[in-house]
């Protein structure tokens, strides 16, 4: 996968780099197209994961705010 373009919200980045990382695979990884990452074990991802990229682990967070549009133009 690309890497996040300059100017990528944080939240992104950050997600991006969860799943490109190959020793969270187990956990969270891309789908088999490479066109949306999966959660495999939810538990450990809001339990590990999540607090050494971000202030939170609640997964509920995560899955809105990556469903939330941030291009304005839309």
Known sequence: MASPAAGTPPFLT??????????TDDTISWNDTGTAFVVWRPAEFA???LPKH???SKLLLV????STPTDSRR
């Open 47 to 49: 339990r590990d994961l």
């Open 63 to 66: 899955s809105s705010a990556s």
């Open 54 to 56: 971000f202030k939170h």
């Open 14 to 23: 950050k997600t991006y780099a969860m799943v490109e990382d190959s020793a």
